[in-house]
Structure formats: structure tokens, C-alpha cells
Antibody, heavy 121, light 113 residues
């Protein structure tokens, strides 16, 4: 069965960095695009970033562009999110979600359990 | 960016009664292949989002048939034919036609009356 398990969340001071990981299993990881989606406490869902199956294409929400970097290691079936220059408004649960294959990168059919990032001094 | 507007924000429903959630997009979501790329998600309290419906009207495997999606272009609806206690949670629509960014509605909180 498809599983996505996020890790790496925690409390971090404004301006500092954090790296999240998402370990995948149960599907051919190297064939799928992947996303990060976040949810601030008590708020709705916000798409953050997308990476294609081979890392050749990456897209970001304007709110994180230039500060966050998505990457993946297909040999380890793991997705990453490097978050730099963190701000209080980045406080959220971060979910990884499976994208799609071929021309369709937006399945969002499987989600991890999420990892909480709290940016506070 | 495409703005997704859901209504109502809160939906109290009696067990066994139907429920309906509306989602409207600021641009048509119809793609060149004729499909409208609109997903519906359910988020139960304390859980991750779960996709219920894709391409506006296709129900995911394992989703009870009391859930149905309809609509095209800019107007979409999620219907629950008979609400059960396990349906409590927040429902989100999401457009995946015009990206980046992919955009979500603000959510509709379904509760039991």
C-alpha cells in the first residue's frame, strides 16, 4: 500500500532553516511527481511546491519562492523540502502528497500524516 | 491565480439527511481535453486530507457511493446523499487546471445538527 511519512518538523527561530523529509513506499517513487502542501493552525490548505519525477521541473508558490527548495532522491525514495529564512507565517503542518505520472502531475491521491513546523522566537 | 470560493462555510446537517457543498472558480476549469480538473477532499478532525472526487465527478476507490461530484466550467457541487456520523470534517475543493499555483477553496465544515 502507498505510504508517505514526513519527518523533520519542530520549533525553529525566525530566519533559521529546517529540512523536511518524506519517505515513500508502496509505489514506483521515481515515476511520480510530488508536492508539498501546508496548513496553518486552524486554517485551510495551501499548495507550496511541486517537483517532477526526474527533478527537471520545480514550481513554487510565490510566498516561498527564493526561500524554499524542493528536491528528491529517487535512490532513497525520499522527498525533501529545504526551508530557509523562515518566518512566523510559515508555521504550519506540512504534508507531502503524491502527484502523477506522465503529463498529469496533480493526482493528490495520497497524503502523508504531516509534520508540524513552528517558527517562533 | 484562480480563486476558488466554497459555500457555505459551515454546514449543520441531521444524520440521514442530504448535504450539498458548492465550489465556484474565478476561471473556467475546463481543459483542452474537455475535462474539468477539480478535486474534492475530506479532512476529518486530526487527520490528513483524503481525496474523494477527481475530474469533478469521478469517485475514488473506497469512497462510499453516497458521495457524488458534479459540475463543469466554473460551478461544481459535492453532494452527500445521506450524511453519516463519519462524514464530519472539513471539505475542500481544489483546482488543478491552471497552475502554478494549484489553489484550494477555503473549506466547508460539516457538522451534525
Amino acid at each position: 500500500q502507498v505510504q508517505l511519512v514526513e519527518s523533520g518538523g519542530g520549533v525553529v527561530q525566525p530566519g533559521r532553516s529546517l529540512r523536511l523529509s518524506c519517505a515513500a513506499s508502496g509505489f514506483t517513487f521515481s515515476s511520480y511527481a510530488l508536492h508539498w502542501v501546508r496548513q496553518a493552525p486552524g486554517k485551510g490548505l495551501q499548495w507550496v511546491t511541486l517537483i517532477s519525477y526526474d527533478e527537471s521541473n520545480k514550481f513554487y508558490a510565490d510566498s516561498v519562492k527564493g526561500r524554499f527548495t524542493i528536491s528528491r532522491d529517487n535512490s532513497k525514495n525520499t522527498l525533501y523540502l529545504q526551508m530557509d529564512s523562515l518566518r512566523a507565517e510559515d508555521t504550519a503542518v506540512y504534508y507531502c502528497a503524491r502527484g502523477g505520472i506522465g503529463d498529469d502531475w496533480a493526482y493528490f491521491d495520497y497524503w502523508g500524516q504531516g509534520t508540524l513546523v513552528t517558527v517562533s522566537s | 491565480d484562480v480563486v476558488m470560493t466554497q459555500s457555505p462555510p459551515s454546514l449543520p446537517v441531521t444524520l440521514g439527511q442530504p448535504a450539498s457543498i458548492s465550489c465556484r472558480s474565478s476561471q473556467s476549469l475546463e481543459y483542452s481535453d474537455g475535462n474539468s480538473y477539480l478535486n474534492w477532499f475530506q479532512q476529518r478532525p486530526g487527520q490528513s486530507p483524503r481525496r474523494l472526487i477527481y475530474k469533478a465527478s469521478n469517485r475514488d476507490s473506497g469512497v462510499p457511493d453516497r458521495f457524488s461530484g458534479s459540475g463543469s466550467g466554473t460551478d461544481f457541487t459535492l453532494k452527500i446523499s445521506r450524511v453519516e456520523a463519519e462524514d464530519v470534517g472539513v471539505y475542500y475543493c481544489m483546482q488543478v487546471t491552471h497552475w502554478p499555483p494549484y489553489t484550494f477553496g477555503q473549506g466547508t465544515k460539516l457538522e451534525i445538527k
